[in-house]
């Protein structure tokens, strides 16, 4: 992955460890879809959402997302 595909990456997140989260999470779930093909299971996973080039689960996330195929919600907490 080159210098540019990077730059596209980062700038769909506001931060570095937000898009290993979430790229790292939706590359889980992918994984899971192919594992459950596989198997001739039940599929509950969202399958990917692109003609991907590379059958490698992170490389299909970092596409998707820089297509724009898929996002993230930050959640956050209250502080008690």
Known sequence: MGRPQIDKLLSKFDSKYT??????????QINDYF????RHDMIRVRPPQIDAISGKPLSIAFQEII??????????????
């Not at 594992?35 to 596989?38: M, R, Y």
């Open 35 to 38: 594992n459950a093909i596989k």
């Open 67 to 80: 297509e724009e195929r898929v996002t993230y919600e930050r959640v956050v907490e209250g502080i008690k």
């Open 19 to 28: 898009l290993v989260i979430a790229s790292a999470k939706r590359a889980r």
